[in-house]
């Protein structure tokens, strides 16, 4: 089955190490997202790539930066987390852009010690 | 800024019984809105959306109609079923923009 894959489910790291967290597809989608969804709030957009055009929304902050070497992968990666940034981070991808269907993985969730 | 808001949860109910819940959205303009659900140990899934006012969408049993006059979109279910336990979220989005707004999620049990 096509899907979104996010690896690994659980991330724990300690405070000011660095931490990347993947996400892969098998949809051949041309975007690919980041949330951050901290507890009991709302998913929040960090930012998107269509096709290899980076989008960072405006309040992300510097510490999230992201890859995207390919169609399938993109990385999410953390240079220096802190204890507000543990969340559960969802990848999700769409076929473009226009508000097509969004699909999501199963998000990895970020402890940070 | 736009946002949506939704009903808190949990929303606890026998199988069989009708399901509402309540989103409610602030935006400048005419968004497009979204049901989205995630089932445990899943990703969010599209349920449903609607484009413009007074659209209904539906899928599985679900229905939510695009009201403009009471900028809602809640979310229907006349007779739930175990498996319909997860978590609802409502969004929004503008054509121009692509960016999924959430609600915080509402979380349904449904019991036999």
């Known amino acids: 089955d096509a899907m979104v894959i996010q690896n690994p489910r659980y991330q724990v790291t300690q405070f000011g190490k660095p931490v990347t967290l993947s996400c892969s597809q098998t949809?051949?989608?041309?975007?690919m997202y980041w949330y951050q969804q901290k507890s009991s709030q709302a998913p929040k957009l960090l930012f998107h790539?269509?096709?290899?055009?980076?989008?960072n929304e405006a309040d992300t902050p510097d510490n999230f930066q992201s890859r995207r070497p390919n169609t399938s992968f993109c990385f999410l990666d953390i240079r220096s987390p802190g204890l507000g940034d543990a969340a559960m981070y969802l990848c999700?991808?769409?076929?473009?852009?226009?508000?097509?269907?969004?699909?999501f993985g199963p998000g990895t969730r970020l402890t940070v010690l | 800024g736009d946002s949506v808001t939704q009903m808190e949860g949990p929303v606890t109910l026998s199988e069989e019984a009708f399901l509402t819940i309540n989103c409610t959205y602030t935006?400048?303009?005419?968004?497009?809105l979204f049901w989205y659900v995630q089932y445990p140990g899943e990703g969010l899934q599209l349920l449903l959306k609607?484009?413009?006012?007074?659209d209904k969408g539906s899928n599985k049993g679900f229905e939510a109609t695009y009201r403009k006059e009471t900028t809602s979109f809640h979310l229907e279910k006349g007779s739930v079923q175990v498996s319909d336990s997860a978590v609802y979220f409502c969004?929004?989005?503008?054509?121009?923009?692509?960016?999924?707004?959430f609600g915080t999620g509402t979380r349904l049990q449904v019991f036999p």
């Open positions: 999700a991808t769409s076929r473009d852009l226009d508000l097509d269907e969004q699909f």
């Open positions: 949809l051949n989608h041309n975007v």
């Open positions: 790539y269509y096709d290899k055009d980076f989008n």
């Open positions: 935006a400048t303009g005419y968004p497009s």
């Open positions: 609607a484009t413009k006012a007074d």
């Open positions: 969004a929004l989005a503008f054509y121009n923009t692509d960016k999924l707004i």
